[in-house]
């Protein structure tokens, strides 16, 4: 018998992906929770049904939700990540030596805990010494420090259960706050392709809460929803688009997608991007 995890994206779209053994299955406070192995992707988390991250693909998802904002500040010490309990952001930020410190906010301690067990690949940074795990809603944290941070990483899950209020206005505008000057904000924000609406709509709310500096920038992550992603940058003073190092600068610290060249690219978006936004 084969078993197959079946991610449903539309009412007429629905991915399937092999599953070769169940690691661990459970309904924490917060949602459900899988641990599968693959034999295409390997490893992955499934958070009710919709899979997070796998081990053959997570490094662009990481690495670009983590390097963008990081190289475009000048020099990021405080960082904040709301979400990204299986440690992959984490893993991306220690690699920047200008980090002094790295909270991190995620409102369900069996992810954390379950990815400390079974993605040990994503998550070994949370024992590095700059690193703090703070278990907690992201959403009521972020209205209760003002100035403290250079960057603000955004990690979440798609914008259903515990996720919902991470995808707000009001939500952005606590997180300006929460910026030093000069601080910059990135969020995960969704599928051009498969969720326009939603990409348009969260767009526009971090450009009210940032005026006048918000972008989106695209990558390619394979398991999301046909590969297209985009990110949303808002800014209190650097253009998110150009990293801080010239384009034939080496990189300080090794990668697999992120490149300075890429860095620049990822702001060049297709023209059906440009009109879900309103640009053109």
Request: hydrophobic share 40%.
């Amino acid at each position: 018998m084969e078993l197959w995890l079946r991610e449903i994206e539309s009412d007429d779209l629905h991915i399937g992906i092999r599953v070769s053994r169940v690691l661990h299955r459970e309904r924490s406070r917060y949602q459900d929770i899988a641990i599968v192995d693959t034999p295409g992707l390997g490893r992955m988390l499934v958070l009710d049904g919709i899979v997070q991250t796998t081990v053959k693909d997570e490094f662009a998802y990481h690495e670009m939700i983590a390097h963008v904002a990081l190289m475009s500040h000048p020099n990021p010490r405080r960082v904040l990540i709301i979400g990204g309990g299986d440690g992959g952001t984490v893993r991306e930020v220690v690699k920047h030596t200008s980090v002094e410190r790295v909270d991190l906010v995620e409102i369900d301690e069996r992810v954390v805990a379950l990815c400390r067990e079974y993605l040990p690949e994503l998550s070994a940074s949370f024992d590095d010494p700059r690193a703090n795990i703070i278990i907690g809603d992201g959403v009521e944290y972020v209205k209760k420090v003002q100035g403290q941070y250079d960057v603000v990483i955004v990690d979440s899950s798609d914008p259903i259960g515990p996720a919902v209020g991470l995808f707000r206005e009001e939500f952005y505008r606590d997180v300006y706050r929460a910026l030093d000057d000069g601080g910059l904000m990135v969020a995960q924000t969704e599928s051009p392709f498969g969720t326009p609406q939603l990409v348009r709509e969260t767009a526009a709310a971090v450009a009210r809460a940032f005026p006048p500096r918000a972008y989106v920038y695209l990558a390619t992550v394979p398991v999301y929803s046909l590969g297209e992603w985009s990110f949303t940058v808002g800014s209190k003073g650097p253009d998110p688009s150009q990293p801080r190092l010239p384009e034939d600068a080496p990189l300080p610290f090794p990668t697999r997608y992120y490149t300075l060249e890429l860095h620049r690219a990822a702001f060049a978006l297709p023209r059906y991007v440009q009109e879900l936004l309103g640009l053109v």
